[in-house]
């Protein structure tokens, strides 16, 4: 509980599973999870994040101009198990939050 988790670099993770916690992953391809009532944050290129009923997630859609990363467009959800299930990675592709799939 009210612990912290964060990952940087491409393909990496982070993971809080306690309540009122918080994960960030920054990276291209890299993922967040987080427990109930914590948050989730998933920063970079085809970056994702997921949570357990009751978890907020972010995450970020990016275009890579020039070799660089650059955030278009940003998107905060409530997991409520019904636009946004549980335990799901998203995604945020053409402004929508979409489920991941790898």
């Known amino acids: ?17 306690g309540n009122c916690s918080g994960a960030s992953a920054t990276g291209n391809c890299s993922g967040a999870s987080a427990g109930k009532g914590s948050v989730a944050l998933a920063v970079g290129f085809e970056a994702r994040a997921k949570g357990a009923l009751g978890a907020w997630i972010t ?5 890579i101009t020039d070799g660089v ?30 489920e991941y799939v790898g």
């Open 1 to 17: 509980n009210y612990s912290g988790a964060s990952a940087t670099g491409n393909y990496s993770g982070a993971s809080a599973t």
């Open 59 to 63: 995450v970020t859609e990016c275009k």
């Open 69 to 98: 990363c650059n955030i278009i467009d940003v998107k905060l959800a409530k997991v409520d198990g019904k636009k946004v299930k549980a335990d799901t990675f998203y995604m945020l592709k053409g402004g929508k939050l979409v």
